[in-house]
């Protein structure tokens, strides 16, 4: 067949595998889907096309759509009980927001509380500074930025927590799809930022969810 | 002067600054030390070059010189307690070993309990096969190595908890100084791997010592 | 005329010229069928719209037309007798496939034995590992992967035969549209790995024939 | 001749031409300096090795070696005058220091007033919130930094005037020399910044010279 | 919300936040000139899409559409009394007239009196140098180019005051987007050339008036 | 205006400005033909879009729309007289020839004697081996190739005048949009050949025509 | 410690693991020279500096050091037997030789019969034309080549056999450590030619040895 | 043996093989040049080293070492005739003149008449200006330069003949080795500029001559 699901995952790795939408069929994915359905409490996928959305949709009546964060979440049946963890997640400006809503998702399907604060730039420093106290609260900090990729280094420098550094895509010229804030961030001057590939919400919430639920 | 030390860290941060020792001369290094000592508990460089520890040894007698991870460290007066967490580090060859050593430094100054295993790359992998257990019980996995950089993916693939990827410069032409481990590790198909700059067993240590504190 | 055909590298090589049909035009590609058909056996066409299958089939009625693969192949009259050799195609995901098709045709073309495993990637070593006897039989093993590429490393610890690695561009943000597949294919620390181009799955298939042949 | 010293630039652009001393003979700048100082009121020579400043020194007893900026002047004759406008040069790292050394000593030479914060980096934004009143009553900032350059962001979003942003080659790894500082620049998101090549503090310092006298 | 808009830069940076159009939805951007109008004396928007200056001119009928330069500007009410300084603005070829058009309207936002020359690349000097008393009556030039970018350096030698180098995506093959030029520019032997963003003519335009007006 | 045209160009350099159509309008290509009309003896356009062909060939009768080649020229009034020089243009693959016919016509433009040679590759060298009367008698090769441009190379070890090699955009993956064979005619072993920018078939033709009438 | 030999590789391999010398100790090779010795019937080291063979020579007195080649290899106890295939290796320049011999010595452990062709590069394909015979008749044939890189298109047309390209570093300028090589060489326009690693003599050798003794 | 010369390119190119030094020994050098010198009138050696030069010297005392140049010349005993063609060579600043030098002494190989004008870049244009005569009267100009690499675009529309632009290594930061400037000179807006490898002096004056000598 196409596709050899990782059933094990969930009790190898503590956490159910998330199907990567992209290049898929809507049917390859409900297809995985229902498998991992049989299997797990939930399932998950990301890079979710508008129309693959539709035919997901139909097919199960109580996923949702996050159209924003392009993702399609399918809650589980056994109630997960009060959140494990808080995670904040920070984006420079507001053509980020799709990547911090996936990381969102992501974040939430882990059962972490989670904030978003949007479009606090570094050349406006003020928002982020009346923010203090939501980042000062939180287990882990996502930072979500396009451009120079510079709020990661400014936030590292403000908490005392690991920060995950998500670059995105956002920028023209010289930011070359992302490469400017990747490399901004893998070259951070502040010690606790760690980075995941251009545009990878869904890593940035995922991993901000296995240190919050610790 | 030549230095504005940020001695608030500890304080905003959690944790103290930790001195870049390259492009710094033993007099600078020695008096960023001493600024920090006055206020601090102890005091960690990194990226040492031998006769400036040579100096440093001489200024600072119950310093500690790691000689193949290029750090020095001074512990505090104050005893730390019982270690906080549990970090594995993991590299793929010999030659990797002087970055995991700087990682284990840092992850020790933290005060967790390090475990390093060398030499289990992936074209060998019952290296790392036999050795589940002490990866199964970490908090964090902390994996370095150079070439492609595939290690992270399969301890990826194997654990539940955060993968912190240290890409190294070892290898020899396409791996362009460590970018290729770096591009490989930045996109892991594994969902818990989060990646630092080339060569950076510092942050590896440190956000590693972050997450198994908590 | 548009095109030199080079009628004798079926005597030289030993094997025919292979049409690229990237960038020709339907009524390109049928002559130089046409004038290949008439000198030898048969005719393989690679990278086929789907709109130029649709007028190649009418043309060529007994073509056969994979759309996954993006071939068109025609065969020859001559009986080729029993198999020649054994080749093992592994894909790494489901969105490798394609590469993958497009290697097995290929290779089939030479008269080989070809075996898929789809979407057995280094997250979940153990689809892999199920699949050892697979592997272990084959005279060469044809791995596709796209992302970080790190699929031939594991598989070429693992057999005894030469590995061809096929980079994908399935991946976003820093794959750069495959080029972290191919480094890190580049860099394998197993020594029995070479590399094709990205998206070659012809290359991959047609060595991988070569060598089970002989 | 090895050298068509451009006479007229004085005349045509108000400023001499400064000699770029990287790639020259101790005698080659001697030569060249004579011939400006024939015609000129002063001199200046970049990036001299410590050699070659110790022959310029016998040659030109007068003229002033500043060793860490790499820079030698020959001062006028002719009384400048007061200082003709005020340029902040601010660095990131101590190890940036060479580069804002040979900024400073560039906008000196323009007579203009400077001033130089080191070490001021965005991981601890306090101690640059404490230089404010230095730099709100510059005509231009420069910023030097190396690593992820982020510091020119954030001094654009806080002053008034043009900054100039100068990437430094410190760091390691994924910094390829500068350019992901480079990058950094060229993308901030803070609308009043401006960017020079990587280590050229030469050309900082001048710009801000012609705009801080305008 | 979607935006957090710095409504303090006109206070802190003498200029109020310009509205980067691209990925916004035509809603959004109506949205923050509106809390942009309701605190300042008028609101530029770049990089506008055509439907999205239809909207804005529906809702704001005072707007100033520019289609060649993508810019969407509402002037404010109070008069701004005589030009503060002179902008020449010279373009290589016809194809970066755009790039040009949103630097003159972004000078002119700053009340500067712009002169824009087009096309008159270097491998035409005549043109350039019947010009010149037009560049050399300016408090600064923007020079905008794509291809090989050489043109800043010409000009640079020709006029005392600072060269904005402003570079574009104009060209073919080895231009990579821009890359080119942008490098040109930053390498360029003129001392008083600095640049700024492939493509970026707001920032050319915007830090020219910065220099002009004071 | 938007253009400012080098009239003075034939005059100054032997040959007229052509015009680079990419980015232009048909009513601004229009134009600038109708200016160059006036004062010279013919017109040639380069990257011509197919819509644009149509509105020119409504204006000018007796223009010459290659569409291949994307080319569109009017021949002067003056007969020009036996050609001057002979110029070989020779094709790695069918996919080269639009960049061919590029060069093609813009030879024939300088009055040259111009043959093409198409698809004789390196993987078949006696393609190329069965031509070389035809390339022993030029006084000057232009060679086109895509892929991993190694024809300039072997041409150029076969012949004795220059060689002019250019690299096109054909070929996928690791070809880069042409690098891979650009790289390659720069670093060609062979001492007559020289390189000119990815598709410039324009750029091949026009010099291959200066150094053929010469 | 420092090293965990994969002793298992020989029997789930069919091959030894060699050991990368680059970046060890003498006494780090000779401690893992002497474990293999224990279990395998031989062993080979690459990249080994020239102080370093010396130390091994002392200790291991019937190993065999290639200078040029940068190898020291031990043969086994056991008589190999008659040579199981045959291997071609051809270099383009004098400058490949020490590469073409690391892949000679290798090919050679392979017990292979090996032919090594030096400096008949594509600038004049007369001297490979005389050589044919030899070509002709080998299992696989190895090309190094630094610069362009094109000898393995060419080679590959010629032959019926896989082509295992091998890139150097030899060149300047925009070879770029062999970049453009490696380039030219998965760009090939022949289909049997498959590529390794930058220098990777070793590489090439190794999987022509596994495909020669077939 | 370690070469095997090519001996017939005399009479296949009309030019005999020119030994590239770099990477070989003095002893091979000796050896190709004797070979050489049997069968031709004379021979030209580049990227010598000083030391290499000094044993030629004693084997070949008529040999000629240019040590700017880097080049070893052995005219031949027949007398040239008068010179065949006049052959500009330009460079930028001071730093491009050794690859100048070596351009040069390789167009005087083949009996031309050489001018070499220095240090006239394009920020002090007049320089070149003054020059008009010289170029003018050249059947073809080299052009060298670093850093931006303008120069070529505006020499290219002065003169009337092709432009051969050389681009070197002179410069820092984002000059990456010369890559500016060769990106540049690929990129020009002038229709008559063609270009070699980066500080490939060589490639540049050979060429030259077989335009010139025409
Ligand atoms: N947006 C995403 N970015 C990166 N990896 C993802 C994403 N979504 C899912 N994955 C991972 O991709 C793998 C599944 O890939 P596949 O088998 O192609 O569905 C799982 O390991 C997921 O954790
Ligand atoms: N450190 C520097 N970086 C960049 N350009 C410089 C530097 N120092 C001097 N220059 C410029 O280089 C040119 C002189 O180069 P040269 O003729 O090689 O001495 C002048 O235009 C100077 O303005
Ligand atoms: N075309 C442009 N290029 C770069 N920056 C811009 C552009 N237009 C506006 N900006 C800046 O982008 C910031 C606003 O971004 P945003 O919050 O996303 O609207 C402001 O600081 C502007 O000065
Ligand atoms: N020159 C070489 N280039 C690439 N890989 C090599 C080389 N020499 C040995 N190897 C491989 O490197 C691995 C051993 O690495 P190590 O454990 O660091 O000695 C083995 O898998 C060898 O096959
Ligand atoms: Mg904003
Ligand atoms: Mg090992
Ligand atoms: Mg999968
Ligand atoms: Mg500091
Ligand atoms: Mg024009
Ligand atoms: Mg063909
Ligand atoms: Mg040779
Ligand atoms: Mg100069």
Chains 1, 2, 3, 4, 5, 6, 7, 8 share one sequence.
């Not at 409490?41 to 109580?62: I, N, S, Y």
Request: with cysteine; proline share 4%; hydrophobic share 45%.
């Amino acid at each position: 067949g196409y596709a050899s699901v990782d059933l094990h995952r969930g009790i190898r790795c503590g956490f159910p595998e998330v199907i990567f939408g992209q290049g898929k069929t809507a049917e390859q994915i409900e297809g995985i889907l229902k498998v991992l359905l049989k299997h797990e409490q939930g399932g998950l996928v990301t890079r979710v096309e508008p129309e693959t959305a539709v035919h997901l949709k139909t097919v199960f009546a109580d996923g949702e759509h996050n159209s924003l964060g392009r993702t399609f979440r399918i809650r589980g049946a056994v109630d997960p009980g009060p959140a494990l963890g808080k995670v904040a997640i920070v984006t420079a400006g507001t053509s980020d927001l799709p990547v911090g809503e996936e990381a969102r998702v992501t974040a939430e399907a882990w059962n972490c509380e989670v904030t978003l604060l949007a479009d606090v730039g570094v050349a406006g420093l003020h928002r982020l500074l009346h923010k203090l106290d939501t980042l000062g609260g939180a287990d882990v900090v996502v930072v979500v930025a396009g451009m120079e990729g510079a709020l990661p280094s400014v936030v590292g420098g403000l908490v005392d927590c690991p920060v995950i550094a998500v670059p995105t895509s956002v920028g023209y010229g010289a930011s070359f799809g992302g490469l400017a804030a990747l490399l901004g961030m893998l070259n951070s001057c502040a010690s606790n930022v760690v980075a995941v590939n251009i545009d990878a919400g869904f890593k940035g919430g995922h991993v901000a969810g296995l240190i919050a639920r610790r």
